[in-house]
């Protein structure tokens, strides 16, 4: 098989990761694995294997002639199966279909907008569908819309996987006190409601005031990221949130934490809860999207309802009080990621899924 990867950008974020993901643990065992990235490059670059093919096409409007064309050429030289087009760059591999019908699509819904999906535009994405072999969706909400409103059969949910990082360089050093930092991993995004952040960071000031918060993940400088610092000063919480924006070394960022949170109002399966698992750190969530198949509560983590501050803030404070509590719960979160979100099994069940296709024919 020869598969190539299609993403927007290579900024840092879950359908990111998951595209490089993807590229890098395919390039162990496939003819051909590669990697476009359309519009930009980022931080995620240098995250890319040896062994993936790479190309940025640099395109510079949605509909670019010259970029799709490049693209085209890229897939018929390289004898491309699959373009496996992620999230929004589902329409870049549409364009290419219409141009080069023999190349197959396989698009790859990160949607972390999984309990707002009423809202989705999806008109495009509808006629672009009849044109889709295969959709690979990252959590069962999703998998039930694609089923419901799109035109393609073959449907498939692949839980995210996550590898750990052995050439990352380590360039974020985090404020605060060691052994006493607390890490959200999440781009400023309205979904990731970091105002639950604050409310439970204005709580345990009060009761806990050396422990600090570390915000890492993308800063779109927009009117979110706007009220988020505004609260930070409004809540007298200068000296205990820090926001850091997009940084590369997150294994690096991890390391340098006790205790991992996603305060997220909607969920896929995030990336980042993964990587803590890896890492073995424990973790306190709010309970949406795939997060409660992963997490059970008091046994490897702890999972509170959406919004519920008191109970955030509740189950932080146990793991703050209890150094053996955050060791075991961290190991069996690190057991539980290495059985159900292994790179070998979630590969192993993708080339299963596109061989049957390929057999249904």
Same mark, same amino acid.
């Given at each position: ?15 990111? !990761? ?21 519009? #930009? @490059? ?8 040896? #062994? =993936? ?82 959709? =690979? ?9 694609? @089923? ?76 979110? +990221?706007? !009220? ?6 409004? #809540?007298?919480? +200068? ?24 305060? +997220?109002?909607? @969920? ?10 890896? /890492? +073995? ?50 190991? @069996? ?6 059985? /159900? ?21």
């Amino acid at each position: 098989m020869r598969i190539l990867q299609i993403i927007d950008s290579l900024d840092i974020g879950g359908a990111e !990761k998951m595209a490089i993901n993807y590229a890098n643990s395919l390039a162990k065992s496939i003819e051909f694995s590669g990697l476009v990235a359309t519009r #930009k @490059e980022g931080n995620l670059k240098n995250q890319i294997n040896e #062994k =993936v093919n790479y190309l940025f096409l640099n395109r510079k409007k949605t509909i670019d002639f010259n970029a799709i064309l490049r693209l085209k050429k890229y897939c018929k030289s390289n004898k491309i199966d699959y373009l496996q087009a992620h999230s929004s760059s589902f329409f870049t591999a549409f364009l290419v279909k219409l141009l080069y019908p023999k190349i197959n699509i396989i698009w790859h819904d990160h949607n972390g907008l999984s309990e707002f999906l009423s809202t989705r535009k999806s008109v495009p994405l509808k006629i672009a569908s009849y044109f889709f072999k295969g959709i =690979v969706v990252v959590n069962y909400q999703l998998k039930n819309w694609a @089923e419901r409103t799109l035109n393609c059969k073959n449907v498939i949910y692949l839980a995210n996987f996550t590898t750990l990082n052995s050439n990352e360089q380590k360039e974020t050093f985090l404020k605060g006190i060691d052994g006493k930092r607390i890490l959200c991993l999440a781009n400023l995004r309205f979904q990731k409601n970091h105002f639950l952040l604050l409310e439970v960071a204005e709580k345990l000031k009060e009761s806990h005031p050396d422990w600090t918060f570390h915000l890492v993940g993308k800063d779109f400088n927009d009117d979110y +990221s706007s !009220k988020i610092k505004s609260e930070i000063i409004a #809540k007298n919480l +200068s000296d205990t949130v820090f926001v850091y924006g997009s940084k590369s070394d997150t294994q690096n960022c991890i390391s340098q934490c006790e205790i991992a949170i996603l305060t +997220s109002q909607s @969920e896929g399966l995030p990336v980042a809860l993964l990587e803590y698992g890896l /890492n +073995s750190k424990p973790v306190v969530s709010t309970e949406v999207g795939e997060i409660p198949l992963i997490i059970k509560n008091g046994e490897n983590g702890f999972i509170v309802p959406k919004f519920d501050a008191d109970a955030f803030y509740l189950s932080l404070k146990k793991l703050i009080e209890n150094d053996e509590l955050r060791m075991k719960l961290g190991q @069996e979160l690190n057991k539980t990621i290495i059985i /159900n979100n292994s790179e070998q099994a979630v590969i192993q069940n993708y080339t299963n899924w596109l061989q049957k296709i390929e057999h249904a024919e």
